[in-house]
């Protein structure tokens, strides 16, 4: 059974960093591509950032340059290290695992981690 658990959001004030935590269990996490996903109260979700599998990022306009996924294979967890947090960057942040290409059904998603930045 896949378990995906994010861990490290909290409060803080603008300006500030963070550091999310995602450990992946019950799959093979080094053949799963990885991402952030946030969702703001009121809003749609949105793509934060992914990494390949091969160590490729993509990160959304909004957070590039302050956030980077990097991702420990030996450990099955995937980070997210935020810097220069702003009000903006408030919701609930996702972790998400995907490998279509064994099928549409491997794709996980844990429970969220609130991060809340103030002004």
């Known amino acids: 059974q896949v378990h995906i658990l994010e861990s490290g959001g909290g409060l803080l004030q603008a300006g500030g960093s963070l550091r999310l935590s995602c450990a992946a269990s019950?799959?093979?996490?080094?053949?799963?591509?990885m991402g952030w996903y946030r969702r703001a109260l009121g809003n749609q979700p949105e793509l934060v950032a992914t990494i390949l599998k091969s160590g490729t990022t993509n990160y959304a306009d909004s957070v590039k340059s302050r956030f980077t996924i990097p991702r420990d294979n030996a450990k099955n967890t995937l980070y997210q290290q935020m810097d220069n947090l702003k009000p903006d960057d408030t919701a609930v942040y996702y972790c998400?695992?995907?490998?279509?290409?064994?099928?549409?059904?491997?794709?996980?998603w844990g429970q969220g981690t609130q991060v809340t930045v103030s002004s």
């Open positions: 019950g799959l093979t996490f080094s053949r799963y591509i």
């Open positions: 998400h695992a995907e490998n279509h290409y064994l099928g549409p059904q491997y794709d996980y």
